[in-house]
């Protein structure tokens, strides 16, 4: 609960694009980790997912932030609804591709594809942020 608190103040205070490309960076570095656990009810599984929680509540507020900065004023509110229909689509379509991963390839695979996909996105964040 005080990740979005502290990235909120952060990106109120810094350029957007550099706090939603710092937190895809965790986030990638957050899943991809799921890939070195051994024991899944070891400390280093649960200090995963600590991070990867910590990850979700900055990216979700950066991305948040940089769409407010972005997003002509009077299309704000219809940009934070799609933004969030985005979301939703994204959730429902990487649960069901995990799902087929976790079955077939291996149980970290749907964080593994989380990881890849934040890694694209953060790829698409550094090129926005050199323009």
Same mark, same amino acid.
Do not use: C
């Given at each position: 609960?005080?990740?979005p608190v502290?990235?909120?103040?952060?990106? =109120?205070?810094?350029?957007?694009?550099?706090v &939603?490309?710092?937190?895809?960076?965790? @986030?990638?570095?957050?899943?991809?980790?799921?890939?070195?656990?051994? =024991?899944?009810?070891?400390? @280093?599984?649960?200090?995963?997912?600590?991070?990867?929680?910590?990850?979700?509540?900055?990216?979700?507020?950066?991305?948040? *932030?940089?769409?407010?900065?972005?997003?002509?004023?009077?299309?704000?509110? *219809? *940009?934070?609804?799609?933004?969030?229909? @985005?979301? &939703?689509?994204?959730?429902?379509?990487? *649960?069901?591709?995990?799902?087929?991963a976790? =079955?077939?390839?291996?149980?970290? @695979?749907?964080?593994?594809?989380?990881?890849? &996909?934040?890694?694209?996105a953060?790829?698409?964040?550094l090129?926005?942020?050199r323009?």
């Amino acid at each position: 609960m005080i990740v979005p608190v502290i990235s909120g103040v952060i990106a =109120d205070r810094t350029p957007r694009v550099g706090v &939603l490309t710092a937190a895809l960076a965790f @986030a990638t570095v957050a899943y991809l980790a799921t890939a070195l656990i051994g =024991d899944i009810f070891g400390v @280093a599984a649960w200090i995963v997912v600590a991070l990867i929680g910590l990850a979700e509540g900055a990216t979700t507020v950066g991305a948040q *932030s940089m769409l407010g900065e972005e997003a002509p004023e009077h299309l704000r509110g *219809s *940009s934070i609804g799609m933004f969030t229909l @985005a979301g &939703l689509l994204g959730v429902v379509l990487v *649960s069901l591709a995990g799902g087929f991963a976790f =079955d077939a390839i291996h149980p970290a @695979a749907p964080f593994v594809l989380v990881g890849a &996909l934040n890694l694209t996105a953060l790829i698409f964040s550094l090129i926005y942020a050199r323009k």
